[in-house]
């Protein structure tokens, strides 16, 4: 008998909170269970509405919220010691810090011992499936896959592909990385829980010669999810405009290679013209803004009201080590303030939405992950609004859900995830410190 039972209050959005009070939204069992076997949840619902006992292990997380797990759609698992590297810009920061860190990947040594602490980070913030960039070796690709097979969580990566405008030792060519993106989707998609990401890091860092490879992959393996970055920086956007004259605006570059569509992911896209929206949203192509990344370099703001009322497709994410927190509360946190400056509203239901069911319709995972539904995965957070002294004096003065889910965004982080379950078996007691 494998299965078990977690009690708590549990809380999963069946669509987009049309405002701040749309309950049709979501679902909430304020007296609730969550019912898994074989890492897939079986059954969820009013512990009343049970028809007996239950025939496995009881787990009471009372009286704390039960979600569906975190899930972060851009993240740099080879960037842990670059977070917090003191630079003005992206371009600075990736030259002087970034681009000398991700050398030491080419020892897989400590692409295993960095592909560790990673996961381990992970789960003490309760996100359960992230996409994440590897350096551009194919090592620290293989670390994090068997990493996430060993814990086994649904997770997407892929190996960086550059060939210019960096240090010669994190160059591949086009051939060398077609083959060896080629290579790790033969050995590591579909195995366990994992998805391939074909990663060019950016426009600047490829030769037209690369992104034709990379469109070759694309057409080669179109299960597969493309990930890069798009219009983070004015200079950024500038070099590439001139690097790609042919093309009319940056998103245009990836647009000429036929890379934008429903699995592709663009992280930031704080800059774009409204050409760039119109086409990105046609395609169904993702962006991914990542507020505390965007703060920490300057490198603009993502007008979530503009790209929504244009249609377009938004996850959220972390952006470690540009980002500076692996918490998705933390990141929705800064997504708040940073919407505020400019007359946006965005509404606890809505954050919750977006680190949970919204990042898995970005994913177009939403079959698997992001909700708490018979048949999905056992992916799971377990949520303490009082964690801390500073939280556990506001709660006194909660009412409502929303305000709960407000005060878990703006105050708390690591120490609110009470448990990670990774389908549905739980990951956080095991972890060290
Ligand atoms: N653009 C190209 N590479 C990177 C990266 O590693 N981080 C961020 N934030 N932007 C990038
Ligand atoms: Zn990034």
């Not at 011992?113 to 980070?121: C, K, P, Q």
Request: glycine share 10%; charged share 20%.
């Amino acid at each position: 008998m494998t299965a078990k039972m977690l009690r708590g209050r549990v809380l999963s959005f069946v669509r987009a909170p049309l405002g701040p009070d749309d309950s049709d939204s979501y679902r909430y069992f304020e007296d609730g269970f969550v019912a898994i076997d074989g890492g897939k949840i079986i059954a969820v619902g009013d512990v009343a509405a049970l028809p007996g006992p239950f025939d496995g292990e009881v787990i009471d997380h009372r009286p704390h919220l039960i979600l569906p797990g975190l899930i972060d759609p851009h993240i740099h698992f080879v960037q842990m010691q670059v977070v917090g590297s003191y630079a003005a810009n992206l371009l600075e920061w990736l030259n002087n810090y970034t681009f000398i860190e991700e050398q030491r990947f080419a020892d897989p040594a400590h692409g295993a011992r960095i592909a560790g602490l990673f996961f381990d980070e992970l789960i003490r913030n309760g996100t359960t499936t992230a996409a994440a960039y590897c350096s551009v070796h194919a090592a620290s690709a293989e670390a994090f896959f068997a990493e996430a097979e060993k814990r086994n969580m649904l997770m997407i990566g892929g190996k960086c592909l550059m060939d210019r405008n960096c240090p010669e030792a994190l160059q591949d060519t086009p051939q060398t990385g077609y083959d060896a993106t080629k290579a790790l989707i033969g050995k590591w998609y579909g195995k366990g829980r994992a998805h391939y990401a074909i990663t060019p890091r950016f426009a600047i860092t490829s030769t037209p010669e690369q992104m034709e490879m990379v469109a070759a992959l694309t057409k080669e393996h179109p299960d597969c999810y493309l990930q890069t970055h798009l219009s983070e920086n004015i200079a950024e956007i500038e070099l590439t405009t001139s690097l790609y004259p042919d093309a009319p605006d940056y998103a245009g570059v990836y647009e000429h290679y036929g890379l934008m569509g429903p699995k592709s992911l663009y992280g930031h896209c704080l800059h774009l013209s409204d050409r760039e929206v119109g086409m990105m949203a046609e395609t169904g192509a993702v962006a991914v803004p990542c507020p505390t990344s965007n703060m920490f370099l300057g490198s603009g703001h993502y007008d979530l009201a503009r790209m929504q009322g244009a249609g377009l497709r938004t996850g959220v994410a972390t952006d470690i080590g540009g980002g500076t927190s692996y918490s998705m509360l933390e990141t929705l946190d800064t997504f708040y303030k940073s919407q505020q400056l400019s007359g946006n509203r965005l509404t606890p239901l809505m954050s919750f939405y977006m680190m949970t069911r919204g990042n898995a319709e970005a994913l177009s995972l939403e079959s698997k992950i992001g909700s708490i539904e018979p048949d999905a995965d056992a992916d799971l957070v377990v949520l303490n609004a009082a964690a801390t002294p500073a939280m556990s004096v506001k709660m006194e003065r909660v009412e409502t859900l929303s305000e709960e889910l407000f005060l878990l965004q703006t105050l708390g982080d690591d120490r609110a995830v009470v448990e990670t379950y990774v389908a549905g078996v739980a990951m956080k007691a095991g972890l060290a410190g």
